[in-house]
């Protein structure tokens, strides 16, 4: 499970342009369901999502998983913990150019004690459940956003993580990739996974298990 | 294990990846180290060829003095230096330049005559020809003695490079613009390629007659002293050296002494560039430190990526440090190659005649090239180390920040 306890980011803070972008955010997401996060362009969720999955430090407050605090954890700490717990897929997709697809979804072994070539089936396998067989080996810029995207859903998944965290992940893929991806983040809640979805969209808000509605920073609702 | 070979495969991925990066750094980096290796190298080489040359030079030169100008030596000298305590042996020598064809050879008449006169009495100072031969090492014929009057022994790069060999028969311009005619009795090998390659030897009255020295004088005068240890030679040769600079109107150069010169000549000369090498270094510097910090906003992205993605910062700190090692290495390495190519196989063109002096005109004289590991691991922590620095601080700086900042400054 994961809490959040009056978690609060302040870009600048005491500088002329500071931002309040998260305030005294106090959220759940249960295991094994998706969490819907939604409200409109830069209402925070990006900042709330990049705070729960230990990218970015938050000015005050604190993230629980499974009772563990890891606010305090030290920042080689929080990389031991992403790399062992967590999967991501970013808005803005975030391949690495000039790898092939297969390349890019291996790259997060890179930084564990294993051979990725062993990993090879595993991955191979993602691709396929998210239609990209026959794209293994195309480079990245020879893939459609939408192909880009579920290229990036598979690599948050190569390392069999127990949550995954998907900032918008619809934003700039087509009808059929969307369906798509749903679908899997279903499949993958049904295995048993945490994810936690910022989105716009409503097809991917329908998903929600539980769903929290930000605006300005606040949790203003949630169902 | 694994983990660091993931690593290190993924450098290799980026070294690949970021092509003007390294294109830019292996040209630049390249080329300093081509220029440092090559002018190292070659002073290198000069400098052991230089302590080559000495290594049966005599333990002191003593030469005659007029107006501050080195001019000839009275041979009266000889008796009283061969009388001080510690000296074995005294030596005269006459030498100058000669022509042959359109080659400059140095002609040096050397003492034979393994005695003196002093006092009326005959005193057996040495075995001279002994003592002098181990300089010249005979490939073929025979070496000269004191009545080898019109005889020459040649070194093998002047035999060489006329086509001379044992019984061929040279015509020689003298300073004074005559043609003598000597026969070629013997072609020596010196370990010296100086020796070897300008320098034809004949007994002293030979080289009187060639130079048209009166019969009192020589060019110097060579001592020897008794001692058989470096360090003792060294003092003793002072000692010795004092009281002979008592005598008037001559000058006493010793072995250390025109070692030390040489040494100091080439290091000056070899200095010029190494300052022009540092400025390149400088640049490389910058430009490594620019490519990944102004330039380097993919190379931030990606910081913050593999961190999203569960690289810690030391594992991109040991990425970087992959990065630099191969960049650095490579550039090393292509920069050495370059630098022992242009040396030894093109001959150093323009540097080879800076580091000897333009006024030098040695004929088919070999480049010395000396490839010392010190200088080769010296070229490489070079190479290496300025990248390291220029490359690891900012990737540090950008692996400290969080990954969020850092994707998002990147893409800002």
Not at chain 1, 190 to 217: F, M, P, Q, R, W
Not at chain 2, 184 to 213: H, K, Q, T, W
Not at chain 2, 243 to 258: F, H, M
Not at chain 2, 285 to 310: C, D, P, R
């Amino acid at each position: 499970m994961i809490e959040t306890v009056n978690l609060t980011k302040i870009y600048n803070r005491g500088k002329k342009h500071q931002v309040e972008a998260v305030t005294d955010a106090n959220i759940t997401a249960e295991s094994g369901a998706i969490t819907i996060f939604v409200g409109p362009s830069g209402c925070g969720k990006t900042t709330l999502m990049s705070m729960i999955g230990q990218l970015l430090t938050p000015t005050r407050g604190e993230v629980l998983i499974d009772k563990e605090n890891l606010t305090s954890y030290s920042d080689g700490s929080k990389a031991v913990f992403r790399r062992k717990n967590i999967g991501f897929v970013f808005q803005h997709i975030n391949l690495l150019p000039n790898l092939n697809a297969l390349e890019n979804v291996l790259t997060p072994l890179l930084c564990h004690d294993v051979d990725p070539e062993k990993y090879k089936d595993n991955a191979v396998s993602l691709l396929s459940q998210l239609g990209l067989s026959d794209r293994a080996y195309f480079k990245v810029e020879q893939l459609s956003g939408g192909q880009q995207q579920r290229v990036a859903v598979a690599r948050a998944l190569v390392t069999e993580p127990k949550i995954i965290v998907a900032d918008e992940p619809l934003t700039f893929v087509d009808d059929a990739s969307a369906k798509t991806i749903t679908d899997f983040f279903e499949q993958i809640k049904d295995e048993g996974k945490t994810v936690l979805i910022s989105t716009h969209a409503t097809n991917l808000a329908k998903l929600g298990d539980k769903t929290y509605v930000i605006n300005c920073g606040n949790v203003v609702d949630s169902y | 294990m694994k983990r660091s070979k993931n690593l290190l495969k993924y450098s290799v991925n980026c070294v690949q990846r970021y092509k003007l990066r390294t294109l830019v750094i292996l040209i630049t980096l390249g080329i300093a180290a081509a220029s440092f290796s090559s002018v190292a190298f070659l002073s290198d080489g000069l400098v052991k060829e230089g302590a080559l040359s000495l290594k049966y030079a005599p333990d002191l030169t003593v030469q005659g003095i007029s107006s501050g100008r080195q001019s000839l030596i009275s041979t009266r000298y000889v008796s009283s230096i061969a009388l001080v305590p510690g000296v074995r042996w005294v030596s005269q020598r006459i030498w100058g330049y000669g022509n042959i064809g359109d080659t400059l050879v140095v002609v040096v008449g050397i003492d034979l005559d393994n005695s003196i006169t002093t006092n009326q009495t005959k005193v057996l100072l040495g075995n001279s020809v002994v003592d002098q031969a181990p300089a010249f090492p005979l490939e073929s014929g025979q070496f000269l003695d004191v009545q080898s009057r019109n005889s020459i022994v040649i070194g093998k790069g002047v035999a060489e490079l006329l086509g001379a060999d044992v019984g061929t028969v040279l015509s020689v311009l003298t300073e004074s613009n005559v043609i003598r005619q000597y026969n070629v009795i013997g072609i020596f090998n010196s370990e010296s390629s100086i020796y070897s390659a300008d320098m034809i030897l004949m007994n002293l009255e030979s080289a009187r007659e060639f130079f048209s020295v009166p019969e009192d004088k020589v060019t110097d005068l060579m001592v020897y002293l008794d001692s058989e240890d470096d360090s003792t030679t060294v003092s003793l040769s002072n000692v010795i050296a004092r009281q002979i600079s008592e005598t008037p109107n001559c000058r006493i150069l010793t072995k250390d002494v025109l070692l030390r010169a040489q040494e100091k000549t080439y290091s000056e000369r070899s200095g010029f560039f190494s300052i022009v090498w540092y400025v390149i270094l400088i640049a490389v510097a910058i430009v490594a430190f620019n490519q990944t910090v102004v330039v380097g906003h993919e190379s931030k992205f990606e910081v913050g990526l593999l961190k999203a993605l569960g690289f810690s910062t030391s594992d991109i700190i040991q990425v970087r440090v992959y990065e630099s090692l191969m960049l650095g290495g490579l550039a090393g390495a292509v920069g050495i190659l370059s630098g022992v190519v242009f040396d030894s196989i093109l001959g150093a063109p323009i540097l080879r005649d800076y580091m000897l002096g333009w006024a030098n005109l040695y004929p088919g004289f070999p480049t010395p090239v000396f490839i010392s590991l010190q200088t080769v691991l010296f070229t490489f922590a070079v190479t290496v180390l300025p990248l390291l620095f220029a490359t690891i601080i900012p990737s540090w700086l950008n692996a400290t920040v969080d990954p969020d900042i850092a994707m998002r400054g990147a893409r800002a």
